[in-house]
């Protein structure tokens, strides 16, 4: 089973301690290093090969809930914007990285995609330090809906 249909799985049985809440499309869950604060993804549900095999409605619903987490992220964390990624390449089902960018990240990286970032080096998903926004953004979701 690949990593995405794993945590999918780990969510539908409350068992992914990086599940920030259910939506429509899918599953808005915790990046597992969090080297910019609030480094979130959503992982469809069920899970796809990608966004191409989703219908039409399904597309929308998908890329409304992208949008929602952004603005979740914007307003429990006062970034500068929003980047989105839908690659597929290392793990090839559909899920969409959501990274907060910050004014106080180095000139260097701010500018360029998260990718250049050590990845290795990265503090990972720790609750008793990001759970606390975990929490808020799960407020701000539900208030959404």
């Known amino acids: 089973m690949s990593l995405i249909s794993q945590r999918v799985e780990l969510a539908r049985q409350g068992a992914n301690d990086k599940v920030i809440c259910r939506m429509a499309s899918g599953w ?32 929308a619903t998908y890329l409304l809930d992208m949008a929602r987490i952004g603005d979740a992220l914007l307003e429990a964390t006062g970034a500068l914007r929003i980047n989105y990624e839908i690659l597929g390449n ?4 559909l899920h969409c990285h959501i990274f907060p960018r910050y004014a106080s990240e180095p000139e260097g990286k701010r500018r360029m995609p998260v990718w250049f970032y050590d990845w290795k080096t990265a503090p990972p998903y720790v609750e008793a330090e990001h ?15």
């Open 28 to 59: 808005a869950v915790m990046g597992d290093v969090q080297f910019l604060e609030g480094y979130c993804l959503l992982l469809p549900d069920p899970v796809v090969a990608s966004l191409n095999d989703l219908d039409a409605q399904a597309r």
């Open 131 to 145: 759970g606390p926004l975990r929490q808020q953004l799960a407020r701000i979701l539900a208030g959404q809906l």
């Open 90 to 93: 290392s793990e090839p089902e």
